[in-house]
Each structure stands twice: as structure tokens, then as C-alpha cells.
């Protein structure tokens, strides 16, 4: 059964790193999503991204994340400067058509 | 006021019991609508879309009540395997797929 890819599946970063997190959708999908999750919280949606651009953000995804497609293959997400707050669990998804989404296993970021 | 509300839990149920979880939405332009499950540490998985028809998959039926932007996940049968968290979950009309979360129902089904 085809699935979404995340890796690493934890990464560890010092405040003020830049970290990229990355992501290989369901190949024949052709939306890509990033949401996070804070521990004990629900899940927040990030961006989504369509046609080799982002079509819908939210506010938390503010000047210092960015999405690229780099290839035909990945999808990742990067944060410029990590702060503490940024610490979640960070999960890609991926749909056919903008309705079910289908989640990577997500990468645990901690900021320390 | 909270876009997507659940009852947090935890409902702990026997095995074979009959539970059902319900779910409020605020916003009256969402129009897709579904159930996740998600297991601790893991990620959403996706459980059932929820037509306006309602819905059944197996020992799972899903209700939608567009006019009380109201949706249900009845659960028959419970199994241990069913223990997670219920994730209520929509979609706005004209939005580019950005699914809305509850924060979920606990269920814990005991032997």
C-alpha cells in the first residue's frame, strides 16, 4: 500500500538552527500538506501546496518556514530560525484531490 | 468559539460494547467531513469520510446532521485494537484541502 514518507523521524536542534524536514508523498498525489502537532495538542494545519506553489497558509506559518518540491519526488519544509515553540511533532500529508489526506509517521522536532 | 469540538474523554468501555462519539462544528461552509484515528505518538490515519447520508464501514457507522453541524462515529463490537483517539475532522468549502481537527476522544476498551 503506497504511504507518505517522513524523515528523519526525530530530529534534535539547537535554537537558532535551521532545520529541514522532509517528505515523499504518495506518488500520485498532487496535494502536499505539512501540519503540526504540539504534544497534547490537536493538529494544526501549516500549508498546502498544489501546482509548485503554496496555495493556502495558515498564520502560524510565518517568514521563517518555507516549502519546496525540489524534485519530482520530495516535498520539504523548512524552518530558518527554530525557537523553543517550535518543538512538535511535524507531519506531511498528501491527497489525490483536495479531500482525504493520508499522513507521513511525522518527525518529532525538538528545539533545545 | 472552538471550529471543531469533541467531548475529550477518556470513555473506557469493555470489549464487545457499543460506543458512540460525537462532534460539533462551528463554520457552515464546511462541506467534507471525516474521522481519524490516531494512536500515541503515531500519526492521523484516516478512518471514514462521513457522506451526508451517512455511512458505514464495517462495525463503524458515521452520521453528518448538516442542519445541527453535528457528526457522529458509532463503533459497535469494540476490539482492544480500537483503543486511540477519535479525530473529527473538516474541510472548508474553497479551501485548498486544509483540514480542520478536533482535538480528539480518547477511547480505551479494557478486556
Known amino acids: 500500500e503506497p504511504e507518505v514518507t517522513q524523515t528523519p523521524s526525530h530530529q534534535v536542534t539547537q535554537m537558532g538552527q535551521e532545520v529541514i524536514l522532509r517528505c515523499v508523498p504518495i506518488?500520485?498525489?498532487?496535494?502536499f500538506y505539512w501540519y503540526r502537532q504540539i504534544l497534547g495538542q490537536k493538529v494544526e494545519f501549516l500549508v498546502s501546496?498544489?501546482?509548485?506553489?503554496?496555495?493556502?497558509k495558515s498564520e502560524i506559518f510565518d517568514d521563517q518556514f518555507s516549502v519546496e518540491r525540489p524534485d519530482g519526488s520530495n516535498f520539504t519544509l523548512k524552518i530558518r530560525s527554530t525557537k523553543l515553540e517550535d518543538s512538535a511533532m511535524y507531519f506531511c500529508a498528501s491527497s489525490f484531490i483536495s479531500r482525504e489526506a493520508f499522513f507521513g509517521q511525522g518527525t518529532r522536532l525538538t528545539v533545545v | 468559539r472552538k471550529e471543531v469540538e469533541q467531548d475529550p474523554g477518556p470513555f473506557n468501555v469493555p470489549e464487545g460494547a457499543t460506543v458512540a462519539f460525537n462532534c460539533t462544528y462551528s463554520?457552515?461552509?464546511?462541506?467534507?467531513f471525516f474521522w481519524y484515528r490516531q494512536d500515541c505518538r503515531k500519526e492521523p490515519k484516516l478512518l471514514m469520510s462521513?457522506?451526508?447520508s451517512g455511512n458505514e464501514d464495517g462495525r463503524f457507522t458515521a452520521q453528518l446532521n448538516r442542519a445541527s453541524q453535528y457528526i457522529s462515529l458509532l463503533i459497535r463490537d469494540s476490539k482492544l485494537s480500537d483503543s486511540a483517539t477519535y479525530l473529527c475532522?473538516?474541510?472548508?468549502?474553497?479551501?485548498?484541502?486544509?483540514?480542520?481537527f478536533g482535538k480528539g476522544t480518547k477511547l480505551s476498551v479494557k478486556p
Open positions: 501546496f498544489y501546482n509548485n506553489e503554496i496555495s493556502e
Open positions: 463554520n457552515s461552509a464546511s462541506q467534507s
Open positions: 506518488s500520485n498525489h498532487l496535494y
Open positions: 475532522v473538516v474541510n472548508i468549502r474553497g479551501s485548498q484541502g486544509n483540514l480542520i
Open positions: 462521513v457522506y451526508s
